[in-house]
């Protein structure tokens, strides 16, 4: 039996209390445990190679494509299909049903039948008819202003402009990339033991990556000329990301957890490193400096955020003058200099996390198998009132601080359409509808469960006479086990910014470029940076953290 090698050093994990708050995870930036990073590392690992098999693109850039690509011993196809969509009719909005683009996520390599109901279905989406062999399903509009400027740049013969490329950053934005079953797609059980795809969101990040490889070949087919590679690369897919995605992060609390879980341990990780060698030096400030680089390549039009951008450009000028050899020389240097951040922006904190994993991929790879929530919550039982009542103390004490007799504590109530089936926010004090209200009112609950618990003598009989505390009974055991499971905020509060769950899950996806519109939706860039489909044998393949458009 072989020796299993101890796990590396790490120092203590910051605690659920700090980490867990929504404006540190509103300012969560990728790392290489994104699932972007983490896909683009299994693909150049297996040398997968995407190839075109299908190309029924008219002069218009209308018709169907089909790309292919091996991967854990399994062939996945995207199907694309480009059409003919009236300016009147595009919109980001989720109510939208026509769209310039749309796709599919095939297992396997689609044969023309195959082919042919997938392109009068995709172009449906939620109305169209679906087998498990379809395993992702998305769409796609252009962004127009850029789309046309690269194609009329390619036709005259030049290259577009780098400096307006920078500013919108893709040629088209997805509104949705739909996996797990919906819609009658393929369960994520189906594919959840393949090699490559086991991952959270891999087959979703997948597709957006063949679909960022079909917007470039579409734009170049129709400019009759090949973009520069720079600038290429530089196009990611945007993204269009509302309320649907928040209430995840508090439906899955064991996968939030371990998420949170395998970042704060590469944070140690790295933390505990006692010295730092000449190349790894050199290789932090590379990094701080391209990242100085990103920021001031980042405007946004919204007034607070940009301040909040501005902020952590001049903290980060300042962290990068900390980066002395002297500084960098001493024990223990990056636990001190994470430390050394305790007086900066929270911004400023949270880049900082990302900058010190990138460069250690022996301390930081290999965790990204311990993100998945495979069996689910299994909690082991209390036995009685008293542990129950403690573990609330001790777990949920941020909650029971909380007044929820003060009407702004309960302004916010989340619910789902009717008509798109999609996450919701009203106003409580407002707005009809609360009671039809999503169970995102965590706090509120386990303030409820322990208040009810006050004169309680046998569990068991409390909880067959109140069985309406059964959700918040399991939230306090999943809690116990699980530091990271739990958001400590109120979630129904007035000062909620549902934007800051948004933020949190983008960048476990990779997200760059965060645009807020509101503080209920944002825009974001995929992608960006990441390698082209013939440069994944090559350093560019893991080495496109916080890209910068050099051309």
Not at 247 to 264: D, G, I, K, T, Y
Not at 275 to 280: G, N, P, Q, S, Y
Not at 399 to 416: K, N, Q, S
Not at 521 to 547: V, Y
Request: aromatic share 8%; with cysteine; net charge negative.
């Amino acid at each position: 039996m072989k020796d299993i090698a101890p796990p590396p050093p790490q120092t203590a994990l910051r605690p659920a209390r700090d980490v867990m708050r929504l404006a540190r995870m509103g300012a969560m930036f990728p790392t290489r445990l994104s699932f972007l990073r983490v896909l683009m590392r299994q693909l150049a690992r297996e040398g997968a190679r995407l190839t075109r098999p299908v190309w029924q693109i008219d002069a218009a850039g209308f018709g169907h494509a089909v790309y292919s690509i091996p991967l854990g011993g399994h062939v996945y196809s995207l199907v694309a299909i480009s059409t003919d969509l009236p300016d009147h009719l595009r919109t980001d909005r989720v109510i939208a049903t026509a769209w310039d683009t749309t796709y599919v996520l095939y297992d396997g390599v689609p044969d023309a039948s195959e082919i042919a109901r997938i392109r009068q279905n995709a172009p449906l989406q939620e109305a169209g008819r679906f087998t498990e062999r379809d395993l992702v399903l998305s769409r796609a509009n252009k962004s127009v202003r850029l789309f046309a400027h690269v194609v009329e740049r390619l036709r005259a013969g030049g290259q577009p402009d780098a400096a307006l490329i920078n500013t919108v950053g893709y040629l088209m934005r997805t509104t949705a990339v739909y996996g797990n079953g919906k819609f009658g797609i393929a369960d994520r059980a189906l594919i959840a033991g393949r090699g490559g795809l086991g991952g959270p969101f891999a087959a979703e990040m997948l597709t957006v990556w063949m679909i960022r490889s079909f917007t470039h070949d579409l734009a170049e087919h129709l400019g009759g000329a090949p973009l520069d590679p720079d600038l290429k690369r530089h196009l990611g897919i945007g993204n269009s990301t509302g309320l649907g995605m928040a209430p995840f992060l508090v439906s899955h609390p064991v996968l939030l957890n371990n998420w949170m879980q395998a970042r704060e341990t590469a944070l140690a990780r790295v933390r505990a490193v006692k010295t730092l060698t000449d190349e790894e030096r050199e290789r932090v400030r590379r990094l701080a400096d391209r990242a100085m680089r990103h920021l001031a390549q980042w405007q946004v039009p919204d007034r607070l955020h940009q301040a909040r951008i501005d902020v952590l450009r001049s903290e980060w000028d300042l962290l990068r003058s900390w980066l002395t050899d002297e500084t960098l020389g001493a024990p223990q240097p990056l636990d001190s200099l994470m430390a050394r951040t305790a007086t900066l922006s929270t911004d400023t904190q949270e880049l900082t996390v990302a900058l010190l994993l990138e460069p250690f991929g022996a301390l930081v790879d290999g965790l990204e198998a311990e993100m998945t929530d495979a069996l689910g919550f299994a909690g082991e039982p209390f036995e009685t009132v008293a542990d129950l009542r403690a573990a609330i103390e001790a777990r949920f004490d941020w909650a029971l601080d909380l007044d929820f007799h003060d009407p702004e504590e309960t302004r916010i109530f989340w619910y789902v359409s009717e008509e798109k089936l999609e996450p919701r926010v009203g106003d409580r004090h407002a707005e009809a509808g609360a009671e039809r209200e999503s169970p995102l009112d965590i706090a509120r609950r386990v303030q409820a469960l322990y208040s009810a618990l006050e004169g309680a003598e046998d569990l068991r009989a409390f909880r067959e006479a109140h069985p309406q505390h059964e959700l918040a009974l399991r939230r306090v055991q999943c809690a116990v086990q699980h530091d990271y499971a739990e958001i400590h905020d109120n979630l129904i509060g007035a000062r909620c910014l549902p934007i800051d769950m948004l933020r949190c899950k983008l960048s476990f996806f990779g997200a760059t470029k965060f645009d807020p519109k509101s503080d209920r939706w944002t825009r974001i860039s995929l992608a960006q940076g990441a390698p082209l489909p013939d440069e994944l044998d090559t350093a560019r393949a893991d080495d496109w953290w916080l890209p910068v458009l050099t051309a």
